[in-house]
């Protein structure tokens, strides 16, 4: 099959069109104007005008029904996956699945034919999406997996059928979406039922405290954390400047890994991806060389510099209670001449949940080191009550325009800024719209 594409504004001549329906939009809006762009063909699930069907017939166009789009996306990719039969590696975990993605997927494309997903390609559009990109000379793909409901992540493994799977980390993002911990944690078990025999889950040991970890399963568990018996052992992490160094036991030796980039709570990506790369056959010190060159994701505290020395970290991508504490620990690591500042966002998908976690970063933060910290939207309310009665000075906005406008009048030489917030909220305006006014 030609290369498949699922947008029609991107779609070039000769690609096959797949449309998707979503909540927002109906992919089959835009069918005839993909066969206008001379497609190779499409598929679709929904009633068509015939006048749409006699044109793609008159331009020898393939016109495919099917029963959904979505589902049959699915098999496709899994029939081009068993036809090519590459060895493939799913990572999953509540934080820190992009990072830990993109450590293996870097290092091991170094030195292997490997496919791995530029972006978070992790749901049920962006996997297949992945899958059917592969070619004959593919040794690994490397998959994330995300899931926000239970099944999600049973439908992706029936989909890429991995050889081997990775759980970074099971958290209480999503919370709203499940009615307890336990539910979170079968949900991202998933992977362990579906992985089968002769098949390795390489395992944070935090998981084990659950009891649903405890039972029998096909697949071999191996496990990393800080614990001794551990198969990959996470030793030491100390941040030093912007790199990391992390100390890792493999076999009884340690090793010192550096990752280039910023946060403490990072070691446990690392140390989950220096434990797959390991049990994939790379030795510790293939690894070692790779690591610190590596070019980490997009949005997660990444560091910008604006005009006049002021210093801005974007953290944008998403927001749950655990990255949020993390991104707040490691900002008030930092040394400042100026001020800081943190502008936050609403974590969302915490359902009732949301006033109690949004209230606790407001206690985090009113015993940190941020001196400004600017929130936003509807849950950060309960943030803000809290710093109300510290010494912080807080403000509570109900649009980023004026934010925005506040920072520009408020930000001097030698201020450091986190924005921080789900990827909903949509708080990377402020980020470009920063950059547009001090650079």
């Known amino acids: 099959m ?3 594409n699922i947008d029609s504004r991107t779609l070039k001549k000769g690609e096959f069109f797949w449309p998707i329906k979503g909540e927002n939009f109906d992919g089959h809006d835009f069918i005839e104007k993909a066969i206008k762009k ?3 063909g499409f598929v679709y699930s929904e009633p068509l005008d015939p006048s749409i069907l006699a044109l793609a017939k008159s331009k020898n166009i393939q016109a495919i029904k099917v029963a959904d789009t979505l589902q049959a996306l699915g098999e496709e990719a899994k029939k081009i996956r068993q036809k090519l039969n590459p060895q493939i590696i ?9 990072t830990t ?4 997927g870097q290092i091991l494309a170094r030195k292997y034919p490997t496919v791995y997903p530029q972006k978070s390609f992790n749901n049920l559009i962006g996997l297949p999406l992945t899958l059917l990109s592969i070619n004959q000379d593919t040794k690994y793909v490397v998959l994330e997996m995300g899931m926000n409901q239970p099944g999600e992540i049973r439908q992706l493994m029936h989909i890429a059928q991995p050889d081997m799977g990775v759980i970074v980390n099971i958290l209480n993002t999503h919370i709203g979406n499940f009615d307890s911990q336990e539910d979170i944690v079968r949900a991202k078990g998933e992977m362990a039922e579906n992985l089968g025999q002769n098949k390795t889950l390489i395992l944070n040991e935090d998981c084990l405290q659950y009891a649903f970890f405890k039972q029998k399963f096909a697949c071999q568990i191996k496990t990393f954390g800080l614990n001794k018996n551990n198969f990959c052992v996470l030793k030491q992490a100390r941040q030093q400047g912007e790199k990391l160094h992390v100390y890792i036991i493999l076999n009884e030796q340690t090793y010192e890994f550096v990752y280039p980039g910023l946060g403490l709570h990072n070691a446990q990506n690392v140390t989950g991806a220096v434990a797959c790369l390991y049990e994939l056959g790379l030795a510790p010190e293939e690894i070692q060389k790779e690591l610190p060159s590596i070019t980490t994701p997009y949005m997660r505290m990444q560091k910008i510099n604006l005009n006049n020395n002021i210093i801005l970290y974007d953290d944008t991508f998403n927001a749950s209670p655990a990255s949020t504490k993390a991104a707040i620990d490691t900002f008030d690591t930092f040394v400042c001449k100026g001020k800081k500042y943190f502008i936050f966002g609403d ?3 915490l359902g009732k949940h949301a006033p109690s976690l949004h209230t606790e970063i407001g206690q985090q933060l009113a015993k940190s080191t941020i001196e400004f910290i600017y929130t936003y939207g509807k849950e950060t309310k309960y943030t803000h009550q809290v ?3 510290s010494t912080k000075k807080a403000r509570h906005f109900k649009n980023k325009t004026e934010l ?3 920072l520009k009048a408020n930000l001097q030489p030698n201020d450091l800024l986190l924005i ?4 909903g909220m949509k708080m990377g305006e402020i980020v470009l719209d920063l950059r547009n006014i001090f650079t």
Request: overall charge positive.
């Open 2 to 4: 030609k290369k498949i």
């Open 38 to 40: 001379e497609c190779s």
């Open 90 to 98: 799913a990572i999953t975990g509540s934080n820190g699945k992009t």
């Open 101 to 104: 993605k993109e450590i293996v």
């Open 347 to 349: 974590m969302l998908e």
């Open 387 to 389: 710093l109300q009665n």
């Open 404 to 406: 925005t406008q506040t």
């Open 420 to 423: 921080k917030g789900s990827k």
